[in-house]
Nanobody, 121 residues
Framework: QVQLVESGGGLVQAGGSLTLSCTVS????????MGWYRQAPGKQRDLVAS???????RYADSVKGRFTISRDNAKNMVTLQMNSLKPEDTAVYYC???????????????WGQGTQVTVSS
């Protein structure tokens, strides 16, 4: 069973920085493209950054140049460094594979509890 544990969220003023971390267990982490997703109230959950097994990265236009995704395969950890935060970055942030880990037994996608990021203006 896949487990995803996110941490590092909090309240920060606009222009500030936060670093989110996620540890993964129960999956072949080192060969999996990992991503960070976010979901604001009333909106769908969107992928904002991903990193492949070969360390290729992709970013949503809204975070490009401000967020940096990285991974540590030895620790099964993926990190999101967020700089120059804006109020519109306020959301619950989740890590997952890209595409998300799926359980055919449960017929559902695995998600962690997420971590809340709130950016005040």
């Amino acid at each position: 069973q896949v487990q995803l544990v996110e941490s590092g969220g909090g309240l920060v003023q606009a222009g500030g920085s936060l670093t989110l971390s996620c540890t993964v267990s129960g999956a072949l982490f080192s060969v999996t493209t990992m991503g960070w997703y976010r979901q604001a109230p009333g909106k769908q959950r969107d992928l904002v950054a991903s990193i492949s097994r070969g360390l290729s990265t992709r970013y949503a236009d809204s975070v490009k140049g401000r967020f940096t995704i990285s991974r540590d395969n030895a620790k099964n950890m993926v990190t999101l460094q967020m700089n120059s935060l804006k109020p519109e970055d306020t959301a619950v942030y989740y890590c997952n594979a890209d595409p998300p880990f799926y359980s055919s037994t449960l017929n559902s996608v695995y998600w962690g509890q997420g971590t809340q990021v709130t950016v005040s203006s």
